[in-house]
């Protein structure tokens, strides 16, 4: 899923899903909290592991994330 081309979900090869602010305007935060977690390759872009019930705000839509499967910690 898509959201404004500056961010998305994502399923890693290991099951987790993560969510990914690639330089949104208002950005992303997951539990009220602002991704922070740097992905090495892209320096403006942020991600972080979802679990179970995390709350990812998009501006001033909330979403609550739950997956069919959990993955493997």
Same mark, same amino acid.
């Given at each position: 899923?898509? /959201?404004?081309?500056?961010?998305? /979900? ?24 602002? *991704? ?13 592991? *979802? ?13 609550? /994330? ?8």
């Amino acid at each position: 899923m898509h /959201f404004e081309r500056r961010g998305w /979900f994502e399923r890693a090869a290991d099951g987790n899903w993560w969510v990914v602010d690639n330089g949104s305007t208002n950005g992303v935060s997951v539990n009220d909290v602002p *991704l922070r977690r740097a992905v090495e390759s892209v320096p403006s872009r942020y991600a972080d592991i *979802l679990r179970q019930g995390d709350r990812v705000q998009v501006g001033r839509v909330v979403l609550v /994330f739950h997956a069919a499967e959990a993955a493997v910690e």
